[in-house]
């Protein structure tokens, strides 16, 4: 079976200041991991996500992801958020011995302040 | 492009009752999942319809129930409800034999049972 944790559950930070949001998963198989963002009243939007080939992934709106096997890692990075950026972040993974569905963490909320 | 379109946006419902969702998916995709995400925590997989039946199924009771249609839509049908099953409900849909690659999810249907 899958598992994903977001050790976070909420995270405040100034606006222009950094931002890591810290996702561990649990597979005993070969995995694809995803991030999503949720604003609010809204659906899931992809930021990006790690199929094969590169650790460090890049998505959209300056977000980046680094796959870590041996730490069963895929922390979400941001070098500078804004105000926008203010929403919940879903960890998820999913694989073939799964079926292809997605397990999801239970989200980090990101708050950013001016 | 119209990406994925769920009906009701709103819906409230009394104990007891049975509710119907649906779901219309991206074009050109034609698997669709289900996810119930109750408040303040991730999303879980309900069930994913493929060629109009039901593939995968996740840890909930037959009161859920689905369908696909000959378009790819969907439905999601609920009986009997319980004020736990106050959720939001996301569609989500994928590629053909693509569903590793990421899948599109629609803003999903507040259902609220009172």
């Known amino acids: 079976a899958q598992s994903v944790t977001q050790l976070d559950s909420q995270v405040p930070v100034f606006e222009e200041a950094p931002v890591e949001l810290r996702c561990n998963y649990s597979?005993?198989?070969?995995?694809?991991l995803f991030w999503y963002v949720q604003y609010p009243n809204q659906g899931l939007q992809l930021l990006l996500k790690?199929?094969?080939?590169?650790?460090l992934v890049k998505g959209i709106n300056g977000f980046e992801a680094e796959f870590n096997k041996s730490q069963t890692s895929f922390h979400l990075r941001k070098p500078s958020v804004h105000i926008s950026d203010t929403a919940e972040y879903f960890c998820?993974?999913?694989?073939?011995?799964?079926?292809?569905?997605?397990?999801f963490g239970g989200g980090t909320r990101v708050l950013v302040k001016p | 492009d119209a990406g994925v379109t769920q009906s009701p946006t709103h819906l409230i419902k009394t104990r007891g009752q049975q509710v119907t969702l649906r779901c219309s998916p991206k074009?050109?995709?034609?698997?669709v999942s289900w996810y119930q995400q109750a408040l303040g925590q991730g999303p879980q997989f309900i069930f994913q319809?493929?060629?109009?039946?039901?593939?995968q199924r996740g840890n909930f009771p037959d009161r859920f129930s689905g369908h696909q249609f000959p378009n790819y839509s969907s439905e999601l049908n609920v009986n009997a409800l319980l004020l736990g099953d106050s959720a939001l409900y996301l569609c989500?849909?994928?590629?053909?034999?693509?569903?590793?690659?990421?899948?599109?999810f629609g803003s999903g249907t507040r259902l609220t049972v009172v």
């Open positions: 998820a993974v999913s694989g073939k011995a799964a079926g292809n569905k997605l397990t």
């Open positions: 597979s005993s198989v070969s995995v694809y």
């Open positions: 989500a849909s994928s590629l053909p034999g693509q569903g590793n690659y990421g899948y599109t």
């Open positions: 319809y493929y060629e109009e039946e039901e593939r």
């Open positions: 074009s050109g995709h034609d698997t």
């Open positions: 790690y199929l094969s080939g590169s650790t």
